[in-house]
């Protein structure tokens, strides 16, 4: 089963607006990670938060954590057509060493 | 700089035939892993390895093999393919600086099985 569930599970906006989705998990976490995937191709890693951590910023990029509710939010401000892609979250669990937990993704369309 | 290679990049099977796909990292990461992607669904983990010689399952192992004899690759059998295994496999690898790092991935390995 899933650890991460995404929400929402599609996203369409305009170009220059923000950009939220999020993310809750069920167990605890050593980190909680956000990537993205362009159409047919790998996913590629774009920001890591640690549990002790509350919000962490790249860029245009902007992640939350909350462990009390295991809950994250990634926030992309002034959105490009370019991140037109599907976002995944995953979870490092403290039980499960070196394995990552995915979730099902948003998919983000930014409209020129 | 290559990162993670899959071979091959599309591949066509008729059920209950076998294949092999290759992955490679020159990366010198200690940890690999394959996962296969399904449409609407997140990337499920089937096996990796957290260092040479060494194997072990994910969460949907069954109908898969796994070995991983070089520290650079990580190869992923089908032994007899069937249509349920129709999907896009991806291989990723990661440093062994702790567990807070990210995986690196491969563009992907489609594979239909008939």
């Known amino acids: 089963s899933q650890q991460g569930e995404e929400d929402p599970q599609a996203l369409s906006i305009q170009e220059g607006e923000n950009a939220t989705m999020n993310c809750s998990y069920k167990t605890s976490i050593n980190n909680l990670q956000w990537y993205r995937q362009n159409s047919g191709r790998g996913l590629v890693h774009l920001i890591l938060?640690?549990?002790?951590?509350r919000e962490k910023h790249s860029g245009r990029l902007r992640v939350t954590l909350d462990t009390s509710k295991k809950s994250s939010s990634l926030l992309i401000t002034a959105s490009r057509a370019a991140d037109t892609a599907s976002y995944f979250c995953a979870t490092g669990e403290e039980t499960s060493g070196s394995r990552l937990t995915f979730g099902e993704g948003t998919q983000l369309t930014v409209n020129p | 700089n290559a990162g993670v290679t899959q071979t091959p990049k599309f591949r066509v099977l008729k059920t209950g035939q076998s294949m092999t796909l290759l992955c490679a990292q020159d990366m010198n990461h200690e940890y690999m892993y394959w996962y296969r992607q399904d449409p609407g669904m997140g990337l499920r983990l089937i096996h990796y390895s957290v260092g040479e010689g060494t194997t072990a399952k994910g969460e949907v192992p069954d109908g898969y093999n796994v070995s991983r004899l070089k520290k650079q690759n990580f190869l992923l059998g089908l032994e007899s393919a069937a249509p349920s295994q129709t999907s896009v496999y991806f291989c990723?690898?990661?440093?062994?600086?702790?567990?807070?790092?990210?995986?690196?991935f491969g563009d992907g390995t489609r594979l239909s099985i008939l």
């Open positions: 938060i640690r549990s002790n951590e």
């Open positions: 990723a690898s990661r440093g062994l600086r702790g567990s807070n790092q990210p995986q690196h």
